[in-house]
Protein backbone atom coordinates (compact mmCIF):
# COMPACT_ATOMS: atom_id res chain seq x y z
CA UNK A 1 0.00 0.00 0.00
CA UNK A 2 1.37 3.57 -0.77
CA UNK A 3 2.07 6.34 2.10
CA UNK A 4 0.58 9.26 2.68
CA UNK A 5 3.57 10.94 1.35
CA UNK A 6 3.24 8.91 -2.03
CA UNK A 7 -0.34 10.21 -2.47
CA UNK A 8 0.91 13.78 -1.32
CA UNK A 9 3.64 13.68 -4.36
CA UNK A 10 1.06 12.26 -6.38
CA UNK A 11 -1.40 15.43 -6.11
CA UNK A 12 1.03 18.00 -6.01
CA UNK A 13 2.48 16.50 -9.56
CA UNK A 14 -1.22 16.89 -10.50
CA UNK A 15 -1.31 20.64 -9.28
CA UNK A 16 1.87 21.47 -11.49
CA UNK A 17 -0.20 19.41 -14.60
CA UNK A 18 -3.42 20.65 -14.13
CA UNK A 19 -2.21 24.60 -14.54
CA UNK A 20 0.05 24.05 -17.01
CA UNK A 21 -1.32 21.67 -19.24
CA UNK A 22 -5.20 22.56 -18.35
CA UNK A 23 -6.67 21.46 -21.24
CA UNK A 24 -5.53 17.81 -21.27
CA UNK A 25 -7.75 18.09 -18.15
CA UNK A 26 -10.83 19.33 -18.40
CA UNK A 27 -13.10 20.50 -21.76
CA UNK A 28 -14.25 23.46 -20.09
CA UNK A 29 -14.26 26.03 -17.42
CA UNK A 30 -17.02 24.46 -15.09
CA UNK A 31 -14.96 20.97 -15.41
CA UNK A 32 -11.60 22.60 -14.59
CA UNK A 33 -13.23 24.06 -11.42
CA UNK A 34 -14.31 20.86 -10.70
CA UNK A 35 -10.48 19.24 -11.24
CA UNK A 36 -8.88 21.80 -9.60
CA UNK A 37 -11.40 22.51 -6.62
CA UNK A 38 -11.46 18.78 -5.59
CA UNK A 39 -7.72 18.88 -6.25
CA UNK A 40 -7.10 21.44 -3.68
CA UNK A 41 -9.47 20.47 -1.34
CA UNK A 42 -8.26 16.75 -1.04
CA UNK A 43 -4.66 18.32 -0.48
CA UNK A 44 -5.64 20.54 2.12
CA UNK A 45 -8.03 17.61 3.49
CA UNK A 46 -4.29 15.55 3.99
CA UNK A 47 -2.36 18.47 5.27
CA UNK A 48 -5.60 19.04 7.69
CA UNK A 49 -5.81 22.60 6.72
CA UNK A 50 -9.93 23.02 6.95
CA UNK A 51 -9.98 26.58 7.64
CA UNK A 52 -7.75 27.61 4.62
CA UNK A 53 -9.58 25.43 2.69
CA UNK A 54 -13.07 27.70 4.30
CA UNK A 55 -11.37 30.47 3.28
CA UNK A 56 -10.20 29.94 -0.25
CA UNK A 57 -13.77 28.83 -0.89
CA UNK A 58 -15.19 31.97 -0.01
CA UNK A 59 -12.59 33.97 -1.58
CA UNK A 60 -13.58 31.85 -4.66
CA UNK A 61 -17.54 32.41 -4.45
CA UNK A 62 -16.90 36.14 -4.53
CA UNK A 63 -16.74 34.82 -8.75
CA UNK A 64 -20.72 34.46 -8.40
CA UNK A 65 -23.63 32.02 -8.50
CA UNK A 66 -21.34 30.63 -11.74
CA UNK A 67 -18.51 30.14 -10.03
CA UNK A 68 -15.11 31.05 -11.26
CA UNK A 69 -15.97 30.39 -14.80
CA UNK A 70 -18.48 32.83 -15.33
CA UNK A 71 -16.51 36.18 -15.32
CA UNK A 72 -14.96 34.48 -18.17
CA UNK A 73 -17.42 33.31 -20.04
CA UNK A 74 -18.95 36.63 -19.54
CA UNK A 75 -16.44 38.68 -21.07
CA UNK A 76 -15.30 36.13 -23.68
CA UNK A 77 -18.79 34.96 -24.63
CA UNK A 78 -19.14 31.23 -24.81
CA UNK A 79 -17.51 29.79 -27.60
CA UNK A 80 -13.98 30.07 -25.42
CA UNK A 81 -13.75 27.44 -22.89
CA UNK A 82 -11.99 29.17 -20.51
CA UNK A 83 -10.32 26.19 -19.04
CA UNK A 84 -6.65 27.81 -18.97
CA UNK A 85 -8.54 31.22 -17.28
CA UNK A 86 -10.25 29.10 -14.44
CA UNK A 87 -6.93 27.18 -13.82
CA UNK A 88 -4.71 30.11 -13.67
CA UNK A 89 -7.02 31.95 -10.90
CA UNK A 90 -6.58 28.56 -8.74
CA UNK A 91 -3.05 28.25 -9.54
CA UNK A 92 -3.20 31.96 -7.72
CA UNK A 93 -5.01 29.53 -4.41
CA UNK A 94 -2.10 26.75 -4.90
CA UNK A 95 0.44 29.09 -4.65
CA UNK A 96 -0.64 31.23 -1.69
CA UNK A 97 -0.97 27.76 0.17
CA UNK A 98 2.23 26.16 -0.91
CA UNK A 99 1.52 23.56 -3.36
CA UNK A 100 2.23 25.59 -6.33
CA UNK A 101 6.02 27.44 -6.97
CA UNK A 102 6.06 30.28 -9.39
CA UNK A 103 9.04 31.52 -10.93
CA UNK A 104 7.70 35.36 -10.02
CA UNK A 105 4.79 37.27 -9.00
CA UNK A 106 4.24 40.30 -10.28
CA UNK A 107 5.16 43.61 -8.58
CA UNK A 108 3.09 46.52 -7.21
CA UNK A 109 3.58 48.24 -10.21
CA UNK A 110 2.61 45.85 -13.22
CA UNK A 111 -0.38 45.12 -10.96
CA UNK A 112 -1.70 48.62 -11.09
CA UNK A 113 -0.90 48.33 -14.49
CA UNK A 114 -3.35 45.81 -15.27
CA UNK A 115 -5.62 46.27 -12.77
CA UNK A 116 -6.29 50.69 -13.15
CA UNK A 117 -9.80 51.26 -14.38
CA UNK A 118 -9.69 52.95 -17.49
CA UNK A 119 -6.09 52.33 -18.03
CA UNK A 120 -4.65 52.45 -21.53
CA UNK A 121 -3.38 49.10 -21.52
CA UNK A 122 -6.59 47.36 -20.27
CA UNK A 123 -8.31 46.51 -23.39
CA UNK A 124 -4.84 45.43 -25.07
CA UNK A 125 -3.96 43.28 -22.15
CA UNK A 126 -7.49 41.89 -22.13
CA UNK A 127 -6.91 41.19 -26.40
CA UNK A 128 -3.89 39.76 -25.38
CA UNK A 129 -4.98 37.29 -22.59
CA UNK A 130 -7.92 36.12 -25.22
CA UNK A 131 -5.51 35.44 -28.32
CA UNK A 132 -2.80 33.56 -25.80
CA UNK A 133 -4.17 31.38 -22.99
CA UNK A 134 -0.44 31.47 -21.97
CA UNK A 135 -0.53 34.59 -21.61
CA UNK A 136 -3.45 34.30 -19.24
CA UNK A 137 -0.99 32.17 -16.94
CA UNK A 138 1.28 34.79 -17.15
CA UNK A 139 -0.86 37.11 -15.89
CA UNK A 140 -2.65 35.23 -13.95
CA UNK A 141 -4.89 37.67 -11.50
CA UNK A 142 -5.16 40.50 -14.28
CA UNK A 143 -9.02 39.24 -14.58
CA UNK A 144 -10.01 39.39 -11.09
CA UNK A 145 -13.42 40.89 -10.31
CA UNK A 146 -13.29 44.67 -9.28
CA UNK A 147 -12.56 45.99 -6.12
CA UNK A 148 -10.23 42.93 -4.85
CA UNK A 149 -6.98 43.24 -3.94
CA UNK A 150 -3.80 42.98 -5.58
CA UNK A 151 0.04 41.51 -4.45
CA UNK A 152 0.38 44.64 -3.21
CA UNK A 153 -2.42 44.73 -0.33
CA UNK A 154 -3.35 47.75 -2.01
Known amino acids: MRTVDDLRRRWLDQVRHVVLLSGMWACNGREMESVARTLL ?3 CFLD ?14 RYGQVG ?6 ALFGTEQRCMAEVASV ?7 LGYLA ?34 VRAWGRALRPLGRRGPSGA
Open 41 to 43: ENL
Open 48 to 61: ERDREYEEVREELG
Open 68 to 73: VPGPFT
Open 90 to 96: YAEQFHR
Open 102 to 135: VDRELGPQEWDELTRLGAPGRVGVLRLLRRDPHG
